[in-house]
């Protein structure tokens, strides 16, 4: 409970808000729309700019439509010169449940529309009990809401003290002296996050791509956030599970007498539309179902920066995220990004058990340098991938070549790779040929791959053998020579067009 206080001051909205979402786990555009309403899962900072007159001495501050998926503890207030000296998180917001709960003992209008001739009648009635079934004193009748046949429902003249439309953060003040102040007000909410999404568009010649990319924004809270600059985080932020306020939030049921019925069985219609304001009502009816909607922002593009050891994206310009809103902004743009086409296959185990009996499809693999000179030069969150190419054949439409992902945030200068499918027409087939103990007891094993590229045009071809971490590997003969990659070595060959290549090779291994 507060200490008494002198007066409310209420501020009823915020003048201006800002948004900064980050993300604490690898986050797919699926997994959001799989996400519930009632989660702890995302993370945001909304920073409000508020104007409000506190008078002298003690008074309650009470910030009016704060997100409903707020962490009350993480709640500052800078700019206003007065002790707090304790706050609070109002969650009784006005349902129908809140409502008729707290009526229990007051006076209200029960309005019966009956169900043959749709007359309305009216009559006042005292509330009894509330909300695990409602039992009404009518005239000096115990009734209970719901049961009689007809369509009931409750007309409010006014709402109970103590309910709020929109959730409230309280704080009880000590100012020295009156004035009128701008604050800021900053919390952390759950139930926001992102995720990234690309399209690459390859060009007819297949040798370059087109890359944009696409910020998904995904607001799971009751609250909407008009006309804000909003930022998103990307990298794994360090979180530990936030304690939220668990309140009660009791449902409105109808209880009726025995088998649940105090009639026939007849039919109940749908209610009367209800009277126009002031008056409030409560109808007997299934709440709303919760529409989901996605919008797509104007193409300007989002202005990265450093944050520490993250990226920090900021939209162009403010935007607004409705409440129970997904949106997408656009935050790449690369017009021209070079790439380098391999055809892949990881030789998976040293002694060859895996090795293939038939010929298998390689990997096709797009490979990348994220610097200016190759057309891209910007960081890359990890998100998923679609690849299209225009058809001449197809009347120049684009189809679908295949989806991925960007496995992890690519920071400039570093290269990275986008596994593409198998391709049709270049084949590996990885043999066994021999397995020798040598004098100081290691083993040799002899390996020949045949390579077929069936492609009119020649091809790049990588033969990795996985060397599986073990200690001693070594490369101990070879027909082409070999590079490293992650500490396998790796075999990198050109195939001309309908050509056949034979790759062999030995590695030994010490005994364990």
Known sequence: ??????????????????????????????????????????????????????????????????????????????????????????????????????????????????????????????????????????????????????????????????????????????????????????????????????????????????????????????????????????????????????????????????????????????????????????????????????????????????LGDYKLYTLAEPTTVAARQTKQVLFLDQPSVAFDKVYAHTIEDYDGRRTAPTPVAADIVLRFDNTLAKGLGRPLPEGRIQLRQPQAIAGGKDLLLGASRVTRGTPVGEPFEIALGRATDVTVRPTLVRVVTLPDKSIERRFEVAIVNARSSAVTVEIRHARDGAEGFRVTAETDPHGLKAGDPVWRLTIPAKATHDLGYSVNLPTR
């Open 1 to 306: 409970m507060f200490p008494a206080v002198a007066a409310d001051v209420v501020s009823p909205r915020a003048d201006a808000v800002a948004v900064t979402i980050y993300r604490d786990r690898p986050m797919t555009t699926a997994a959001l729309a799989a996400l519930g309403d009632n989660d702890a899962h995302g993370l945001a900072l909304v920073v409000e700019t508020r104007t409000v007159e506190v008078p002298a001495g003690r008074s309650r501050v009470r910030f009016e439509g704060v997100a409903d998926a707020i962490v009350p503890q993480s709640a500052g207030v800078e700019g206003l010169p007065a002790a707090i000296i304790e706050r609070d998180f109002d969650y009784d917001l006005l349902t129908p449940a809140n409502l008729v709960g707290r009526s229990v003992g007051q006076s209200v209008t029960l309005v019966r529309t009956n169900r043959r001739t749709g007359k309305e009648s009216r009559e006042r009635a005292t509330v009894r009990a509330a909300p695990n079934g409602v039992a009404l004193d009518v005239g000096g009748r115990i009734e209970a809401l719901g049961c009689g046949g007809d369509s009931e429902r409750l007309v409010y003249d006014q709402a109970p003290p103590g309910l709020a439309a929109k959730p409230i953060l309280s704080l009880a003040v000590n100012a020295p002296t009156a004035g009128r102040y701008t604050v800021r007000l900053s919390y952390l909410t759950v139930r926001m996050d992102w995720s990234a999404d690309y399209v690459a568009r390859l060009s007819a010649d297949g040798r370059s791509l087109a890359l944009t990319g696409w910020i998904t924004l995904a607001n799971r809270t009751a609250t909407a956030f008009a006309e804000a600059p909003t930022e998103v985080v990307a990298g794994h932020l360090a979180r530990v599970p936030v304690d939220l306020p668990r309140p009660d939030t009791p449902s409105l049921q109808t209880e009726c007498w025995p088998g649940q019925t105090t009639h026939g069985g007849w039919p109940v219609p749908p209610p009367s539309p209800p009277p126009p304001a002031p008056m409030m009502a409560v109808a007997m009816a299934a709440p709303p179902m919760v529409m989901r909607s996605m919008t797509v922002a104007a193409r300007k593009i989002a202005i990265e920066s450093q």
